[in-house]
């Protein structure tokens, strides 16, 4: 699904060169359930941006599902973004003056689905997540595990390959952050890739994969069967 | 572009901050208010001058003499002089160019006290001989009876043509002024016309308040001999007047023994001339117009254009998560144009129609004026369709331009930093 090789990414700004991602190479396949983790400065979110489709990168290879991502006009970006992948964003990133249904709706009005059709399909993702009855509510009327639910139907709707979710947690309290991870779990059940950027060691031990970022390369990869051995160790730290 | 998504997030746009929206708008709309009230006004002066004059032959030169400011054939500078009959013919004989040659002699003023007689009225009125020819050249409507003829001229009739302010004042509603007497400087004309002036040009005193007498009864009974005070003259189609005015003048010059670069002697207006300086003058009021209006209009658009970088700015996070939504730049381009072309054509529309209104009632304020003779130059105060059509082809324009800007900034917004910015 994902395939990168010795990717390099610098950020320059005027005469200062931050050399960020330094020929990292990482592999993720399809219907993998991943966490990113990393100190800040690893370079966790500029691989997240990379992986979506929000930046370029300077040097390597990126193959998603197949197809390198090289050199995108803005118009093609997007286009892909709106295919392949879904985000999910710490802040939800709701559009505040739209409701519920609206914003499920918003990936497949890029996509030129005409209004009726896709609010109808809104409203069937709404009620997957529990929030038929909401769907006519405001984002300021709602609770942010409900935000967030919301968000994770509109990445959902244009029937993504990837999932992307930043810090998806980040501002929810810690029963709504299990419930979150739960969605996300049946989600990834249905067989779409989650990758998810998170610094919380329970959240990331919630998926089947850590990757640890260290100084712009792959540090760790803690797969499956040594998660539980990660989860006493984190136990020590 | 129809879709109903899309002008629910215009309206919001607009709607989040009403005061700033609607101070943006006023600026447009102001502009576009004073370029279309200027622009009426601006006609309305036009109209005004050009209704009062239109009716005048343009192609037409007046000349009077002076005294000779040049010795020429062993005369003196400052000869007194006149043209006279015998000029009428040779010019006529001699410029074929010449399409109508009128003669105009002036006899006792309005100034001057009371010349005329009626019964028991008298009054105080300019007198002037004329040719059958002068009302083409500067038409009157004739009330009543005729205008000068040919054989008043040939007969040397005592009869005479009233302005329309005379027949008012020297005769009794009841009177039918046709056939009766007037006693005019001592002596008897039978009135055969009233006329009312279509132009408000008036050559030595205002043509209502006039008695016109065919020029050669004038001459004869007011001892005039063969002089002419003052000729008219117009030139057949397509010469120049000022051809024809240069031909004539060198032709009596020669004839009266006048040196041909005397200017002063032998004096005259071009109203081709007069009438070009005057056109000159409406298009550079209506260049100053555009200026002005469009200036303004500018001060709106611009306006416009940094409140929707404000815009822009603020929503820096929703176009970032649009555009990592899927959002293509040219979605995220349509919208703000769109926002933009929204806010200045429904403001420029405002001022448009508020500018039209203004103008219809300054109209029927002065078409409801009693007509007095003595109006104002200014009437029919109006923009044409065209005028209209234009202010809303800028208003367009001037709205994808205040957008254009923007939008290019809304572009340059990476959604990674859209997304960071807390």
Redesign the interface.
């Known amino acids: 699904m994902i395939s990168i090789q010795n990717l390099h990414k610098s950020y320059v700004t005027g005469n200062n060169s931050l050399h960020v991602l330094k020929g990292l190479n990482l592999e993720i396949a399809e219907g993998e359930f991943v966490s990113i983790m990393g100190s800040s400065g690893s370079g966790k979110?500029t691989l997240l941006?990379i992986l979506?489709v929000?930046?370029d990168y300077d040097k390597g290879d990126y193959y998603l599902s197949g197809k390198k991502i090289w050199g995108l006009n803005?118009?093609q970006a997007?286009?892909t973004?709106?295919?392949m992948i879904g985000?999910i964003?710490q802040?939800f990133?709701l559009?505040?003056?739209?409701n519920a249904m609206?914003n499920v709706a918003?990936?497949l009005?890029?996509?030129k689905v005409n209004?009726k059709k896709r609010n109808l399909i809104a409203m069937e993702y709404l009620d997957r997540l529990g929030l038929k009855d909401w769907a006519h509510h405001l984002p300021s009327e709602m609770s942010g595990g409900q935000k967030q639910r919301v968000a994770i139907a509109?990445a959902l709707i244009?029937n993504p390959k990837i999932i992307l979710a930043?810090e998806p947690t980040g501002a929810l309290d810690s029963q709504t952050s299990l419930e979150v991870m739960e969605i996300l779990k049946e989600v990834n059940d249905q067989g779409i890739t989650v990758i998810i950027v998170t610094h919380e060691h329970d959240i990331a031990s919630l998926t089947r994969k850590i990757i640890r970022l260290k100084d712009g390369i792959i540090g760790e990869v803690i797969t499956n069967g040594d998660l539980q051995s990660y989860r006493d160790r984190i136990k020590q730290e | 572009m129809f879709d109903l998504d899309r002008w629910n997030e215009i309206w919001y746009a607009l709607a989040k901050n009403k005061v700033r929206s609607l101070l943006t708008a006023f600026g447009v709309f102001w502009g576009i208010f004073m370029l279309i009230v200027m622009a009426g006004a601006s006609n309305g002066l036009k109209n005004g001058i050009v209704e009062g004059v239109a009716k005048f032959a343009t192609n037409s030169c007046f000349m009077w003499s002076q005294q000779t400011s040049e010795p020429y054939k062993g005369f003196k500078r400052g000869r007194q002089w006149n043209m006279d009959s015998d000029d009428l013919a040779y010019v006529l004989a001699n410029v074929p160019e010449v399409e109508y040659i009128s003669p105009k002699n002036f006899g006792s003023r309005m100034n001057g006290g009371p010349n005329t007689i009626h019964g028991l009225k008298t009054g105080a009125y300019n007198v002037k001989g004329d040719y059958p020819e002068y009302i083409k050249i500067d038409p009157s409507t004739i009330l009543q009876g005729r205008w000068i003829n040919d054989m008043d001229i040939r007969d040397k009739r005592k009869v005479c043509v009233i302005g329309e302010k005379v027949c008012e004042q020297m005769f009794d509603a009841k009177e039918n002024p046709l056939g009766d007497y007037l006693k005019i400087s001592g002596v008897y004309y039978q009135v055969v016309g009233v006329i009312r002036p279509e132009t408000r040009i008036n050559i030595n005193g205002r043509a209502e308040e006039s008695i016109f007498l065919p020029f050669t009864t004038m001459q004869q009974t007011y001892n005039m001999g063969n002089m002419v005070h003052f000729l008219a003259v117009t030139s057949k189609k397509g010469v120049p007047v000022s051809v024809v005015e240069e031909k004539v003048k060198n032709i009596i010059k020669l004839r009266h023994s006048i040196a041909p670069t005397d200017v002063q002697a032998l004096s005259s207006v071009n109203i081709e001339k007069e009438f070009q300086q005057m056109n000159g003058l409406f298009i550079a009021i209506g260049i100053l117009t555009w200026i002005v209006g469009i200036g303004t209009l500018m001060a709106g658009v611009i306006g416009v254009s940094n409140i929707m970088l404000v815009i822009v700015k603020e929503r820096t996070k929703e176009i970032g998560v649009q555009r990592a939504l899927g959002a293509s730049p040219r979605t995220i381009i349509t919208q703000i144009m769109l926002e933009s072309v929204a806010l200045t054509t429904i403001a420029g529309y405002t001022g448009l129609s508020l500018g039209v209104a203004l103008l219809e009632l300054v109209n029927k304020v002065i078409e409801n004026q009693p007509k007095t003779g003595n109006e104002v130059f200014f009437q029919h105060p109006e923009v044409n369709i065209t005028v209209a059509v234009a202010a809303l082809i800028i208003l367009v324009l001037a709205g994808l331009f205040a957008g254009s800007i923007p939008a290019k900034r809304a572009l340059m917004i990476k959604p990674i930093e859209a997304l960071r910015e807390e």
């Open positions: 979110s941006n979506g929000l930046d803005e118009t997007a286009i973004r709106n295919a985000f964003f802040s990133n559009i505040s003056f739209k609206e918003l990936p009005y890029y996509q209004r509109r244009s930043d």
